[in-house]
């Protein structure tokens, strides 16, 4: 009986916790669906009558589109380069053995640790030199060094992860070495390329920094965030509103993600 | 590469007919094929040279400089040595934040590693449902934007419509706590930033350390059951240090990113009440972005770089020999 006791009293702590943690989730969504009324109130509402408003007073906020273009930009063009740039390299360090591998992987490591709060000062000062402050494609050029180490880290581990024997069978049956993979282990790859994605998308959609030091008019959605709430201070149910749709695209990339990963890898390629 | 690739070599040699001198296009073709791996690796490099290592260089020049709006516009700059450095040093203000830096980092990392330390043990006792519960929460928590996670803060501790002040208010013990204003000191803000520090950090902690309880199994803690010791002792003796490689490691990470944060400490009150959360990376931008004094700004990012890779170069090194293991 006692242990009994003591079990349910731990998933009680277990639902207490998991309710601190998804409580700001939860408050943010369900104040962002709030009409004035039920914002406006000393005594909170939790079961609102849900209204669209706030949703509409974002996105016909001054510069919403703007810069979500601007952020989808940006975004879209980091991953692409950083996929590219660190597919060509990861393939290489996973799978041929060259002479300075380690050396490379050691600079990659540090690299991928670089404190980059610490680079803005000379990144802004080259910038401007050059004339590049205030333009979308030093965003995508600062972000893409941001996120390379990581992705070539990443999609490394996950080239290694997939068996070379697959390669050397096709090698047998009269491919190429480059030949065999591309048609053998890239298809296989999927899923570590949409998790190496994710990464690339989440920091280069929530960078504020250098978003909010470089750019002078050109911004993008987490500086308008920012402002937004010191603009509008006391409507919360549109800065909520705001905050819901600029967390929404990394909350579905978060999913796909997880979704993805089960299976495994090579699950059935293989046998024994 | 090994045996299989000799004999699909042999094979494709059996295939062509018998040996011949290879033809200086069949030798071209391996000279390409043989520099194809470092040429797949120069974007790479190229872009850690003219990205990271010139930033890194420029870092190191504009300290040594006189680098202020004057010299932003003329394009010509003065070597001073040494002098940025003294100046900071001796600067009142610098020591302030540093210690400020210091103390705010041993909180967030204090409470992320022990929070996510307690929430892995607990999850490891609950039941199935409960587990993914709590697991879904802490994803959320974890996928947050950070400014995301800053405005929703804001809101929840709102002085006049904030439902934490209602909640206080409620339990009724405590008072009245409508109306209390959190972000007019400097501690009381800390705490905030602090508690939204360590409620994004604690998901990525606990729930590797729950993988890593899992890798441990229950054989040992079996073992050591049998033999007469006690729940406590079994944590203490067993679990705790066959985790410890991992929470070093975890902590480092988080040493890594608490000591450097910025996003967090800046959009929440710009460094305010009166400057009274300024922290290091906070500093460094409003002395260079803010005021104009990149010279300034360079020194106190070089002095944030020398006292990181304290703590860099073990991690890293770590790092380089498990992925060598592997």
């Known amino acids: 009986m006692n242990r009994i006791v003591r079990r349910g009293l731990v998933n009680l702590v277990g639902l207490a916790v998991a309710f601190l943690f998804a409580f700001p989730v939860y408050w943010m969504v369900i104040s962002a669906f709030k009409d004035t009324n039920d914002i406006q109130t000393y005594t909170p509402v939790f079961f609102p009558v849900p ?136 298809p296989l790859l999927w899923p570590g390329l949409v998790a190496t994605a994710t990464f690339c998308f989440i920091t280069a959609w929530n960078e504020f920094l250098y978003a909010n030091s470089l750019m002078r008019s050109t911004y993008t959605l987490p500086v308008w965030l920012v402002s937004f709430q010191t603009n509008f201070g006391t409507d919360w149910g549109a800065t909520m509103a705001a905050s819901t749709l600029f967390t929404l695209p990394v909350l579905a990339f978060f999913l796909i993600v997880q979704g993805r990963m089960v299976g495994g890898l090579t699950a059935g390629a293989v046998k024994g | 590469m090994g045996v299989i690739e000799t004999q699909a070599a042999e094979v494709r040699r059996k295939a062509s007919g018998p ?3 290879p033809s200086p296009s069949v030798r071209m073709r391996r000279a390409v094929g043989r520099s194809l791996p470092y040429l797949a690796l120069l974007p790479t490099l190229v872009a850690f040279l003219l990205l990271l290592g010139y930033p890194v260089l420029r870092l190191v020049e504009t300290s040594l400089q006189h680098w202020g709006l004057k010299e932003l516009f003329s394009g010509t700059t003065t070597w001073v040595g040494l002098a940025n450095y003294q100046r900071i040093l001796a600067d009142p203000e610098f020591g302030t934040v540093l210690v400020r830096t210091f103390i705010f980092t041993a909180a967030c990392v204090g409470l992320t590693i022990g929070v996510g330390t307690l929430v892995a043990l607990l999850m490891e006792r609950l039941n199935h449902l409960v587990q993914v519960l709590l697991s879904v929460a802490m994803v959320l928590a974890w996928a947050t934007p950070i ?24 339990v009724g013990i405590f008072g009245n706590w409508l109306n209390h204003s959190w972000f007019e000191t400097g501690p009381s803000t800390f705490g905030i930033i602090v508690l939204l520090i360590v409620w994004q950090a604690v998901p990525f902690v606990a729930l590797s350390l729950y993988a890593g309880l899992l890798g441990i199994g229950v ?88 006292l990181l890779l304290i703590v860099l170069i073990p991690y890293i090194r770590t790092m380089i020999r498990s992925q060598e293991e592997a």
């Open chain 2, 147 to 170: 400014v995301t996670g800053v405005v929703v803060f804001q809101w929840l501790f709102d002085s006049k419509l904030g439902v934490v002040n209602w909640a206080i208010s409620s």
């Open chain 2, 19 to 21: 040996a011949v001198a």
């Open chain 1, 51 to 186: 209204t669209l408003d706030n949703f509409v007073h974002a996105i016909n906020a001054p510069h919403f589109m703007e810069y979500l273009g601007n952020s989808v930009f940006v975004t879209l063009s980091t991953l692409a380069l950083a996929l590219v740039v660190g597919f060509l390299a990861a393939a290489v360090v996973a799978r041929v053995r060259i002479r300075g591998r380690r050396g490379f992987l050691i600079l990659v490591a540090i690299a991928q640790m670089a404190p980059f709060e610490a680079l803005l000062i000379p990144f802004f000062l080259v910038l401007r030199d050059a004339g590049m402050d205030n333009k979308l494609t030093s965003l995508v050029v600062i972000y893409f060094i941001f996120t390379l180490p990581f992705t070539i880290w990443s999609l490394r581990g996950f080239i290694a992860g997939i068996p070379v024997d697959l390669e050397e069978a096709a090698m047998v049956d009269g491919a190429s070495r480059v030949g065999a993979f591309v048609r053998v282990t890239l």
């Open chain 2, 219 to 306: 054989d040992l803690h079996e073992a050591a059951r049998v033999d007469g010791a006690s729940e406590r002792q079994i944590f203490w003796h067993v679990t705790l240090p066959l985790l410890r490689p991992l929470i070093l490691m975890l902590t480092f990470l988080s040493i890594i990113w608490d000591f450097k944060v910025y996003t967090q400490v800046y959009a929440m009150r710009q460094g305010g009440p009166d400057g009274q959360t300024v922290t290091l990376s906070v500093y460094s931008y409003i002395v260079g972005i803010s005021q104009s004094h990149y010279d300034i700004a360079a020194a106190v990012s070089m002095v944030m770089v020398v």
